[in-house]
Nanobody
Framework: VQLQASGGGLVQAGGSLRLSCALS????????LAWFRQAPGKEREFVASIKRSGGATLYADSVKGRFTISRDNAKNTLYLLMNRLRPEDTAVYYC???????????????WGQGTQVTVSS
């Protein structure tokens, strides 16, 4: 299984970005998916997750109400729509996949290479 994240970039505070993560090598719909991020000098942190069916989502408190995770099983792609971005959202964003129904955070089996998001004040 390979994950390819894209869509990062430089944006002003208050702006929006949409990250994408393409999965290849196995059946997309069998995986629970998630986004994590890691800021310079900080530990990697959970951002959002979505179950295999796409019906259940979970968000970190810091992004709730601003970020939306979604998946398109027909396109084998995971998305993260980020609105009202803040400088503290600056980080490398990673997508992750796991075939278990409820994978514990940070124990996802497959990880993408990361995409940089920089929010200027």
């Amino acid at each position: 299984v390979q994950l390819q994240a894209s869509g990062g970039g430089l944006v002003q505070a208050g702006g929006s970005l949409r990250l994408s993560c393409a999965l290849s090598g196995d059946t997309f719909s069998k995986f629970a998916l998630a986004w994590f991020r890691q800021a310079p000098g900080k530990e990697r942190e959970f951002v959002a997750s979505i179950k295999r069916s796409g019906g259940a989502t979970l968000y970190a408190d810091s992004v709730k109400g601003r970020f939306t995770i979604s998946r398109d099983n027909a396109k084998n792609t995971l998305y993260l729509l980020m609105n009202r971005l803040r400088p503290e959202d600056t980080a490398v964003y990673y997508c992750a996949a796991d075939s278990r129904a409820f994978p514990p955070s940070f124990s996802y089996t497959y990880w993408g290479q990361g995409t940089q998001v920089t929010v200027s004040s």
